[in-house]
Each structure stands twice: as structure tokens, then as C-alpha cells.
């Protein structure tokens, strides 16, 4: 993207942007920039951008989780995703989140963490995201196939892994695809080796080992 102090991860740039008000404001900001209120689909994310992006002593920016239906989910493309980070449910009247950083003093240690707000605070920051949906680099394992538990995507055939991760290139928030080189068969995820399995005590995915079956994953 070229933006001073983006950062690149899980094939999306995530960006500080200055903007003063409530989380639809920040929202509706993002999206005047081509991209969205960003979703944190990998833990690592919290302290990676809370430390990018600390200001002095402290940092408070929007991010797109809040509370949908009654649970707790990342808002992309104006459908929630699952919640990939185990936080409780904010108490009511704290519906929103936000990505909060602080620290004493310069040699402190940072605690970044994300914080319940009310939807109707007024912040003075937002991180936006946009996907680059340009074909990316995948690691690959041989015979397993990835068992997305909620919402997984749709089946299409595919002439190779090529066009298996492109397509995957296309969706916001997949991090590997489950490609099956005797048939084309093609399966995007948004689930990986590399997040939790089981969050809440509630199972995300399951892997099955299947020779006829490779795994690619972002790296």
C-alpha cells in the first residue's frame, strides 16, 4: 500500500488512520478508503499492531468487533466472522472494541489488548484494512485436509492449486485452502494450523488425514 507505518499480514494491509468519532464513524471512514474497520484474524495481530502503532504513552483505535446477534464477531463485508480470539463478552452498554496499547514510560513494557467500548464513544483513531487479493505464497501439507466447523466455504473445481489460491486471494479473511489434485477439487478456509482449534471449548476445525487431499497455507 506505501502508507507510512502499515503493516502487512494474513495477506491484508492493516493502517492508522486519524479519524475522530464512533465505531460506524471509523467504519464508514475505512471504507472511503477502499478498505474496512480492520478484523485481527490471527492473535498475533494484538501485539503486533498495538506496538506499530503506539503514540506515546498510549493508543485507542477501532477495530470491527462487536457484538452481533448476541455474540461477539468480527464484521467484514457487512457479515460477521467468528471470533478467532478467546475475549468474554463485553458487559452491556460495551458492545464495541477497540485495539488499546499503553505503556509508563519508553523502556515499560507494552500491554496491548482489546478493550470493550461503548459503541457511542468517540475515538480519535481507527486501524482499517484492506486484502491485497493478489495471488500469495502457501506452505503445503501433504494428505490432510482442513474440517472448517462453521460456515465453510463452497466446493468449486479448479484446474490447479493456482487458481485454488487465487481464488482464495479473493476472499477476505482466508488464510489456506484444501485443494484435491485428482479432481480440482477446491475448499478456501479461514481456519488454520496456526490458530486454535478450539476456542471457548467450542471446535473451530479438525484435521483429516487424506491422501488425496493437500493443505496450502498462507505464509
Same mark, same amino acid.
Given at each position: ?29 475505512c471504507v ?26 498510549? %493508543?485507542?483505535?477501532?477495530?470491527? *468487533? ?6 461477539l464477531?468480527?464484521m467484514? $463485508? ?7 480470539? $478467546? ?11 477497540? *485495539? %488499546? ?15 470493550p ?8 483513531q481507527a ?15 501433504g ?11 463452497? %466446493? ?17 479473511g482466508c488464510?489456506?485452502f484444501n ?22 471449548g %467450542?471446535?473451530s ?13 498462507r505464509?
Amino acid at each position: 500500500m506505501g502508507k507510512t507505518g502499515s503493516h502487512f499480514a494474513y495477506s491484508s494491509c492493516y493502517f492508522l488512520a486519524n479519524i475522530s468519532g464512533t465505531q460506524a464513524d471509523a467504519s464508514d471512514y475505512c471504507v472511503t478508503q477502499g478498505g474496512q474497520l480492520a478484523s485481527l484474524f490471527g492473535e498475533d495481530l494484538v501485539s503486533q499492531l498495538g506496538s506499530l502503532f503506539l503514540q506515546f504513552s498510549s %493508543v485507542q483505535a477501532w477495530i470491527g *468487533l462487536k457484538v452481533t446477534g448476541g455474540k461477539l464477531k468480527w464484521m467484514v $463485508n457487512n457479515a460477521p466472522h467468528t471470533l478467532f480470539k $478467546n475475549v468474554s463478552t463485553p458487559p452491556t452498554g460495551s458492545e464495541c472494541y477497540a *485495539l %488499546v496499547s499503553d505503556r509508563s514510560s519508553l523502556n515499560a513494557i507494552e500491554n496491548p489488548r482489546l478493550s470493550p467500548m461503548a459503541c457511542s464513544a468517540s475515538l480519535q483513531q481507527a486501524i482499517c484494512m484492506k486484502s491485497d487479493h493478489i495471488y500469495s505464497s502457501y506452505s503445503i501439507q501433504g494428505g490432510k485436509k482442513v474440517i472448517e466447523a462453521e460456515a465453510p466455504e463452497s %466446493v468449486t473445481t479448479e484446474i490447479d492449486f493456482n487458481g485454488c489460491g487465487a481464488r482464495c486471494s479473493e476472499i477476505i479473511g482466508c488464510v489456506g485452502f484444501n485443494f484435491n489434485p485428482s479432481d480440482g477439487s477446491c475448499i478456501p478456509t479461514k481456519v488454520g494450523p496456526a490458530m486454535p482449534s478450539v476456542i471457548n471449548g %467450542v471446535i473451530s476445525y479438525t484435521f483429516q488425514i487424506d491422501s488425496s487431499w493437500n493443505f496450502y497455507e498462507r505464509i
